[in-house]
Nanobody, 116 residues
Framework: EVQLVESGGGLVQAGGSLRLSCAASGFIFDDYAIAWFRQVPGKEREGISC????????YYAPSMKGRFTISRDNAKNTVYLEMSSLKPEDTAVYYC?????????WGQGTQVTVSS
């Protein structure tokens, strides 16, 4: 069974930091690029960052660059998203996504709430 399980969300004050984890199982993790998205109710899901499977190259949405850092540990089948200098507008459900064309999987999401 394919699973992507996000964890590490919670309530944090503005200016604080969180590290999200995405633990994968049920597929060959090394073959998949992993991305983080977030979604606020009533809005479209927004891409944050992606890390490639082949060489670990990373990509960030321009608004996220500098505050968010993605990394992966293939030995643990886990991807991380380090978030710093958090703002109330970062409040959302954060999802991880594993993809290798034409296949993709989604996790169930973890809530991040940033208080002002």
């Amino acid at each position: 069974e394919v699973q992507l399980v996000e964890s590490g969300g919670g309530l944090v004050q503005a200016g604080g930091s969180l590290r999200l984890s995405c633990a994968a199982s049920g597929f060959i993790f090394d073959d998949y690029a992993i991305a983080w998205f977030r979604q606020v109710p009533g809005k479209e899901r927004e891409g944050i960052s992606c890390i490639r499977s082949t060489d670990g190259e990373t990509y960030y949405a321009p608004s996220m660059k500098g505050r968010f850092t993605i990394s992966r540990d293939n030995a643990k089948n886990t991807v991380y998203l380090e978030m710093s200098s958090l703002k109330p507008e970062d409040t959302a459900v954060y999802y991880c996504n594993a993809r290798t064309w034409p296949i993709e999987y989604w996790g169930q999401g973890t809530q991040v709430t940033v208080s002002s």
